[in-house]
């Protein structure tokens, strides 16, 4: 982004969503006798012309060029929560970066079913733990264990989330607890207490009227009073597969609420093709200045290129 000195001094924070990386070709049928025989069904019928290997690719390519300073991964990584799963999408982590450039919340879709930690989430520990941590790859063996998260990277506090848990084969709604509301609370005043720019990472919407009942956040009420209370300066989300891009209203201002189409979806309309935003993060002299810029994949050209750029 040379030439642009705003551009040049901002701190850039690329945000992505929902890959849905899959290794279905490889599946054995015991491992579909239980909620994945729903989501392998859907994928035979839909999702395997929708999401597709070579848009990550193309998604590798553009961010090696773009380089912003982070990214952050908004859950959703993959499809089934297979072992193969896992271990293919710790690659694609680790071609976007190192776990200090890049920081990892779970989506519903990686607590599909109850899996065994070790052969699933255990392969994204170091990605999605906090800075201050005493734990490595051997020593988390849980959600509560980690999050919410939090790293700091010069002035920005990336605030990780957890709302993946498993759920009956209907419903893909996800769940916050009051044991991770009453950490996440802690966080929120610490962080504002250090004048940081607070980024909020969670995979499922907090705004209502964004996804359907099915897929709703049943505890999204209760982290709307928090953010009410104590403010943040970005939510990001996944989870929708559309453009989603809404304000939430707190006493004294209101907090931008921003979600992705997947970063691997072909797109049955254009406002689900997939897109990353890269977000670039100014102190000012009394607040933050906050500029958007979006790039959505072209199948035409096979790359991702240029879309809109606004200030939030
Ligand atoms: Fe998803």
């Not at 099915?214 to 104590?230: C, E, F, G, S, V």
């Not at 093709?273 to 958007?292: C, F, K, M, Q, V």
Request: aromatic fraction near 8%; charge should be positive.
């Amino acid at each position: 982004m040379a030439g642009d000195p705003a551009k040049d001094t901002a701190f850039s924070l690329a945000h992505i969503s929902d890959p849905h990386i899959s290794c279905i070709g490889d599946i054995r049928v015991g491992q579909l006798l239980n909620k994945r025989l729903f989501g392998y069904l859907k994928w035979r019928l839909h999702r395997r012309a929708e999401h597709r290997d070579s848009i990550l690719s193309a998604l590798q390519d553009d961010l090696s060029h773009s380089n912003p300073d982070h990214i952050a991964v908004t859950g959703d990584l993959t499809h089934l929560s297979l072992p193969a799963e896992f271990r293919k999408s710790r690659q694609w982590l680790e071609s976007l970066g190192t776990p200090a450039r890049v920081t990892v919340i779970p989506g519903n879709h990686d607590t599909y079913v109850k899996t065994v930690w070790q052969q699933t989430l255990a392969h994204w520990t170091d990605y999605m733990v906090s800075d201050e941590t005493d734990q490595d790859n051997d020593s988390a063996t849980n959600f509560e264990s980690i999050f919410p998260s939090l790293r700091v990277r010069g002035r920005i506090a990336l605030i990780g989330v957890c709302t993946a848990h498993p759920t009956a084969p209907h419903l893909a709604v996800g769940r916050i607890g009051d044991i991770q509301l009453q950490k996440l609370e802690t966080l929120l005043a610490s962080t504002a207490k250090r004048h940081l720019f607070r980024v909020l990472m969670i995979h499922h919407p907090p705004a209502p009227g964004i996804v359907s009942w099915r897929k709703r956040l049943t505890d999204a009420a209760a982290l709307r009073a928090l953010l009410a209370r104590y403010g943040a300066e970005l939510v990001l989300h996944g989870h929708a597969h559309k453009i989603d891009q809404c304000y939430l209203k707190i006493p004294g201002g209101r907090i931008p609420v921003m979600g992705v189409p997947s970063a691997s979806a072909l797109g049955r309309t254009p406002q689900r093709r997939a897109r990353y935003y890269t977000y670039y993060i100014t102190p000012g002299a009394s607040d933050w200045r906050l500029r958007l810029a979006g790039r959505v994949y072209s199948p035409d050209e096979n790359r991702f290129i240029p879309e809109h750029e606004h200030q939030l």
